[in-house]
């Protein structure tokens, strides 16, 4: 069975909002510029980065259309759309579609804690309705449950257009049993900054990056370096972006990255509840790393 590859460098896309809470539709299309010049290959709005919970499915189809008109084919567009109620899945990634997502990122559920064969059904489900890619996230340290290596198999064995995994744990026995007997084609993509090295080279097919929104360049140099083989570069660049990697989650995922886009100028500090700023501590020691690294003067 073959299938769509999803690969290469994907960004985990914040959304930005005015100071009113609305969707700021002019700093999303300087979003999108930016990572066209910096060559990313995949974009990805609505996703856990771009605060999907508090995202209205109008919002949510508004967002991926304007993604989908900046992108112009420069970029895969592969939209977040995903929850813990089947049916409600199934409808996000149907709207996500008809707006204009080409793969679709489904979080695995979370809350109500599945059996490996409920997971198996849930993205069945979805599969099935859509025409598009259909890409597998498991992200045991927020959903509080693991899709194991051999349900994501079975799956990517069973459903054409299921395309690929994003793998965002720090296992590294199920990475390797997922990279190991993958199908042909089906690809294994990591959600973890501070694994991307050893992960591109250990085959691994590309990341969905919480950095690039910050990073675009980097990021990719790090991955390219590491896959070819390339060690002792690709060691001294981990080394100078590790800390980066680190304070992206000194609190929840997006409120760092999002405050360092602010101070880059590109987005409003603005977060939807229950997301609040960050303590001045926090933000004292991301600002003086984006200095560190020259993103800001």
Do not use: W
Request: aromatic share 6%; charged share 25%; with cysteine.
């Amino acid at each position: 069975m073959s299938h769509t590859t999803i690969s290469g460098l994907a960004v985990a896309l914040v959304t930005p909002f005015t100071r009113e809470n609305t969707i700021d539709e002019g700093a999303l299309r300087r979003l999108v510029g930016f990572h066209k010049a910096a060559g990313t290959d995949i974009i990805l709005p609505c996703g856990t980065t771009g605060e999907s919970p508090t995202l209205s499915e109008e919002e949510q189809a508004r967002i991926i259309s304007i993604v989908r008109e900046e992108t112009d084919g420069s970029m895969l567009v592969a939209a977040g759309a995903g929850t813990n109620d089947t049916r409600k899945a199934v409808k996000l990634a149907i709207s996500a579609c008809e707006a204009g997502a080409e793969a679709i990122l489904s979080v695995a559920p979370y809350y109500n804690k599945p059996s490996q064969e409920g997971y198996y059904q849930h993205y069945r489900h979805i599969a099935e309705s859509i025409d598009v890619p259909l890409i597998i996230y498991n992200v045991p340290g927020r959903t509080g449950g693991n899709v194991h290596a051999e349900t994501i198999l079975r799956l990517a064995e069973e459903c054409e257009n299921v395309a690929a995994v994003k793998e965002a744990s720090d296992n590294m026995e199920q990475i390797m049993d997922l990279l190991h007997y993958r199908p042909e084609g089906f690809s294994v993509m990591t959600g973890e900054d501070s694994l991307i090295m050893p992960f591109m080279a250990l085959g691994g097919d590309g990341a969905i990056s919480v950095a690039a929104n910050q990073l675009p360049r980097e990021v990719r140099q790090l991955m390219e370096l590491s896959k070819n083989g390339n060690l002792a570069e690709a060691r001294a660049l981990n080394r100078r972006l590790q800390n980066m990697f680190r304070l992206n989650f000194i609190e929840s995922n997006p409120v760092p990255v999002k405050y360092c886009l602010s101070l880059m100028g590109m987005v409003e500090e603005t977060y939807r509840l229950p997301l609040v700023p960050m303590d001045e501590e926090n933000k004292r020691l991301l600002k003086a790393e984006l200095e560190r690294l020259g993103l800001i003067s």
